[in-house]
């Protein structure tokens, strides 16, 4: 039986989503916990929608687990239980026949928040609202947001993997502020690794006018990681939601999504 798993949970005293030896990660405390709860030999193998880095944070992960014999509804009541408070189940149900929590994805939805002060931040928003020390233009970063919407290689904002691809489509991008918080949204079909906090961090370099759309053209135009964009922080990114086809299109989606994608087929 394939479970799917939806969960949330607080990054802060992570190392991130994958399992590492010797290190707290979200995928080891859940596999743990699984295996503990159906006393299995050892550790199942998770599959999730979206890695999160250390100190990243989920409203709403997704993840799949392969059990021989599982009650869905009693595994969601044990782990519910036994897990620490940083990590929340919000359902275990049976996945539908051609599910995989990566690859049957179609969009991912994450939102970064950010200051811009030099003063002491709330300390309520302090481990998941990042800072800036100086002043941001709204409509600036807005403007800057709305150019790099679309199908393209993102590889100026992106950690290069081996064999990855960094061409992506991303849908929304937007820019709003409210209470003297400022809210980054953006949907892509899938984010490459540090794509989300490099865009972030774009945005502040344009919107603190240390440098114009100019330049965030021409670095949008390079075919490498751009050492001008700023990584922000972990902790003020928040996986929110993962969307999924109708359940008759995720085989087909899965398979489509494991093909390496090139401009030019796009």
């Known amino acids: 039986?394939?479970?799917?798993?939806?969960?949330?949970?607080?990054?802060?005293?992570?190392?991130?989503?994958?399992?590492?030896?010797?290190?707290?990660?979200?995928?080891?405390?859940?596999?743990?916990?699984?295996?503990?709860?159906?006393r299995l030999p050892e550790q199942p193998r998770l599959t999730v929608a979206g890695r999160t880095d250390a100190g990243v944070h989920a409203r709403g992960q997704v993840c799949h687990v392969d059990l021989d014999d599982a009650d869905p509804d009693h595994l969601r009541y044990r782990l519910r239980r036994i897990l620490p408070d940083d990590i929340a189940i919000r359902r275990v149900v049976e996945a539908?026949?051609?599910?995989?929590?990566?690859?049957?994805?179609?969009?991912?939805?994450?939102r970064y928040r950010l200051i811009d002060s030099d003063q002491i931040p709330d300390p309520l928003l302090r481990r998941h609202v990042a800072q800036v020390r100086h002043p941001l233009d709204i409509a600036t970063m807005a403007?800057?947001?709305?150019?790099?919407?679309?199908?393209?290689?993102?590889?100026?904002?992106?950690?290069?993997?081996?064999?990855?691809?960094?061409?992506?489509?991303?849908?929304?991008?937007?820019?709003?502020?409210?209470?003297?918080?400022?809210?980054?949204?953006?949907?892509a079909d899938a984010f490459c690794h540090s794509m989300v906090r490099s865009l972030v961090g774009a945005l502040t370099v344009v919107g603190?006018?240390?440098?114009?759309?100019?330049?965030?053209?021409?670095?949008?135009?390079?075919?490498?990681?751009?050492?001008?964009?700023?990584?922000?922080?972990?902790?003020?990114?928040?996986?929110?939601?993962?969307?999924?086809?109708?359940?008759?299109?995720?085989?087909?989606?899965?398979?489509?999504?494991?093909?390496?994608?090139?401009?030019?087929?796009?």
């Open 1 to 38: 039986m394939r479970c799917r798993i939806d969960l949330a949970y607080d990054g802060g005293r992570f190392h991130g989503w994958a399992a590492q030896p010797g290190l707290r990660t979200v995928q080891g405390e859940l596999e743990a916990a699984i295996a503990t709860i159906l």
């Open 96 to 110: 539908p026949a051609g599910f995989d929590a990566r690859f049957s994805a179609i969009w991912r939805r994450y």
């Open 143 to 187: 403007e800057a947001a709305a150019t790099l919407t679309g199908l393209r290689d993102f590889a100026p904002f992106c950690k290069p993997r081996d064999g990855a691809t960094t061409i992506r489509d991303l849908r929304e991008f937007t820019v709003t502020q409210s209470g003297g918080v400022i809210e980054v949204h953006l949907v």
């Open 208 to 266: 603190g006018l240390k440098r114009d759309l100019a330049w965030l053209e021409r670095t949008a135009a390079t075919s490498r990681r751009c050492g001008d964009v700023p990584l922000m922080p972990a902790h003020g990114l928040v996986l929110e939601e993962v969307g999924y086809p109708a359940d008759d299109q995720l085989a087909k989606r899965a398979t489509e999504a494991r093909a390496v994608r090139t401009l030019e087929e796009s």
